[in-house]
Each structure stands twice: as C-alpha cells, then as structure tokens.
T-cell receptor, first 110, second 113 residues
Framework: NAGVTQTPKFQVLKTGQSMTLQCAQDMNHNSMYWYRQDPGMGLRLIYYSASEGTTDKGEVPNGYNVSRLNKREFSLRLESAAPSQTSVYFC?????????FGPGTRLTVT | GENVEQHPSTLSVQEGDSAVIKCTYSDSASNYFPWYKQELGKRPQLIIDIRSNVGEKKDQRIAVTLNKTAKHFSLHITETQPEDSAVYFCAASGDGYGNKLVFGAGTILRVKS
C-alpha cells in the first residue's frame, strides 16, 4: 500500500499562474481533505470531500477549487496563484476517525 | 465554528522528564480529539486520540486526558526521549467520523539529552 500520495513535491509559481495539486489514496477511504500548513498556524482545512461526488468548503477556501475525480483521487487547483498561497499543502483521507496524510507539496509563489 | 488553542508553543525538557501539552476548544458539540506528531519535513501522524465518552486513554509512554466540562484536553508524555522531539498538534472535531478537524497551532517539543 502506498497510502496517500501527492504530486508534485515542490513547485515554484509566478503570481497569476495556475496549477493543480494531485492527491491519490489506495486505502479505499471515503473522505478526503486538503489542508495548508503555515508557520505558527497549524493545519487549516481548505476543502474536503466526505464521499465520492461531494465537496465542501473548509476554513480557508478562497482562491482554491477542488475536484473529487473518483473515490481514489482528489485534486486542488489554484486558478491564479498569489504570494499569500505560499505554503505546504497536505492531502489526507479517512474512513472513520484517523486521518492519514500525504507527504505534502511545498509551494512557493513569487 | 470550532476554535482550538494550544499551549505552550515551545517546550524544552530534559531527557527522562515528563512533558505536558494543553489544548482548549470552544464547541461543546466536539466529540473527537486526536493528537498528531510531525517530525521536521515529514507528514503529521496520529499518535493517540480520545472520544468524548472517556476521560483518559493511555498508550505506553503517552496519555491523553479530556475534561468535557472545562472543554480542555491534554497530552502527557512520560520518560521523554530525544526521538520525541517534534511538533505536536491537537485537534477537535464535532463530526462523529472525524471530518473537519480544527487544529491547534502546534507545540515544538525539544528533548535535551
């Protein structure tokens, strides 16, 4: 089992560029999540998907969109990147309680 | 919505001493409280969790206590070792299936040998 995988590991964007962060899990989990982690602020929920076909906003959704492509995959899109979106992005999944995290994507927007 | 506060932000202890990290939450409907450990450059990993129907849970050197009346919960690590050095996050969720976790800001634990 690979668990939760994310691509890419690192990315540098210029302001205004767009990109999609990919996430996949092979644990047959129903729920998937996208978080961002900034120094001194813990992990903040951007969007989540409780099951295939559904998505909902989390605490900090502005500037992001998501797609639950199928049960395995949940992508996060930045349509027009801004320096404030410089962060480490984690994808996670669960079926009941324990959330399993991916390795993270370090994104820098210049 | 839920708000989770975590203290202290940094904690230094001598190897073999105990460490205690405290969190408070605001939503009385929250019923699931996990603790995650994150080593430098790595992903967060669950180390222990507690649900609202119990007051204490222990796993070897790690224990968590929950006071629902006061809306606070704590992580206790005994006999600390250098490999316990990491960032620890508490979280709270009002959804019975752990959805929409709200995290505290984290505690940097340094264990000095």
């Amino acid at each position: 089992n690979a668990g939760v995988t994310q691509t890419p590991k690192f990315q540098v964007l210029k302001t205004g560029q767009s990109m999609t962060l990919q996430c996949a899990q092979d644990m047959n989990h129903n729920s998937m999540y996208w978080y961002r982690q900034d120094p001194g602020m813990g992990l903040r929920l951007i969007y989540y998907s409780a099951s295939e076909g559904t998505t909902d906003k989390g605490e900090v959704p502005n500037g992001y969109n998501v797609s639950r492509l199928n049960k395995r995959e949940f992508s996060l899109r930045l349509e027009s990147a801004a320096p404030s979106q410089t962060s480490v992005y984690f994808c996670a999944s669960d079926n009941t309680y324990e959330q399993y995290f991916g390795p993270g994507t370090r994104l820098t927007v210049t | 919505g839920e708000n989770v506060e975590q203290h202290p932000s940094t904690l230094s202890v001598q190897e073999g001493d105990s460490a205690v990290i405290k969190c408070t939450y605001s939503d009385s409907a929250s019923n699931y409280f996990p603790w995650y450990k994150q080593e430098l450059g790595k992903r967060p990993q669950l180390i222990i969790d507690i649900r609202s129907n119990v007051g204490e849970k222990k796993d070897q050197r790690i224990a968590v206590t929950l006071n629902k009346t006061a809306k606070h919960f704590s992580l206790h690590i005994t006999e600390t070792q250098p490999e316990d050095s990491a960032v620890y996050f508490c979280a709270a969720s009002g959804d019975g299936y752990g959805n929409k976790l709200v995290f505290g800001a984290g505690t940097i634990l340094r264990v000095k040998s």
